[in-house]
């Protein structure tokens, strides 16, 4: 039987590279994206690689705010059940753009405002329906691993600790949800470095993970790759002041 799966922020490397994967085995989406045209695109892209059916809904998700009816009519789509919900969202933390300080208030809203909303709306129909896995992509900002940019830093790790605790109150009824962290994306945002580096992660390899951690989604948090969990180990485990030492 094939997967019925939500994309919320369709559009992104990894987004598209995750899709193609679930495409080829026969999926059916609803692709959730802000730009109409290039999501009807990838629907094409998907339905010629073997996906079933793919519904594209277009709205300006980090501004939603009927989360719970706009995703009620997602998953009427797909039959009234669903099987993934992935959460593609907002600015990653190495884009330039989070340094500009009029960015700040659009980095909460995006990374976390919008996303809030879309995940309880995710976590109440996978309740009701008590199956189905919901896999948040944040950033390892969220566990302080660098200093990059105050609001997108809170952002995340405000969305981090929300799936953490959506992922206790889903366990007793037979679903999931997962947080995956990771942090440099070897792709267009990275288009300017040429150095390979070890924690970074191509689209492919995101998909492929993601994938991996939605058919077993045992581990309430994940780390792509995993040696960022080791780094982010690490530094938590250092003294304060010395972490404000290296931040300066």
């Excluded at 039959?79 to 753009?97: A, E, I, K, R, T």
């Excluded at 950033?139 to 992922?167: F, K, M, P, W």
């Excluded at 010395?242 to 931040?247: E, G, S, Y």
Aim: net charge neutral; proline share 3%.
């Amino acid at each position: 039987m094939s997967k019925k799966i939500i994309i919320l922020g369709a559009l992104s490397a990894m987004a598209e590279a995750t899709a193609l994967r679930y495409a080829r085995q026969g999926a059916e989406f609803v692709l959730v994206a802000r730009n109409g045209l290039r999501a009807e695109q990838l629907a094409q892209q998907l339905e010629a690689a073997g996906a079933v059916r793919c519904t594209t809904c277009v709205t300006d998700d980090a501004c939603e705010q009927g989360a719970d009816f706009s995703f009620g009519r997602m998953v009427a789509d797909l039959g009234g059940h669903v099987d993934l919900v992935f959460v593609f969202y907002g600015f990653l933390s190495h884009q330039s753009n989070v340094k500009q300080r009029m960015a700040g208030p659009a980095i909460v809203r995006s990374n976390f405002s919008g996303a809030v909303q879309w995940c309880q709306a995710a976590a109440a129909q996978l309740e009701k329906q008590r199956s189905g896995v919901l896999v948040a992509v944040c950033s390892v900002v969220s566990d302080q691993v660098r200093h990059s940019n105050d609001a997108g830093e809170e952002a995340h790790t405000g969305l981090s600790r929300l799936i953490e605790t959506l992922s206790q109150r889903l366990r007793p009824f037979g679903a999931s949800a997962v947080v995956a962290k990771l942090d440099l994306l070897d792709g267009p945002v990275m288009s300017s470095h040429t150095d390979n580096y070890m924690l970074w992660a191509t689209p492919a390899r995101v998909a492929e993970q993601l994938v991996m951690i939605a058919q077993d989604p045992v581990e309430p948090i994940v780390y792509i790759p995993c040696l960022w969990r080791k780094v982010t180990a690490v530094v938590r485990d250092l003294p304060a002041r010395i972490l404000h030492k290296i931040r300066a």
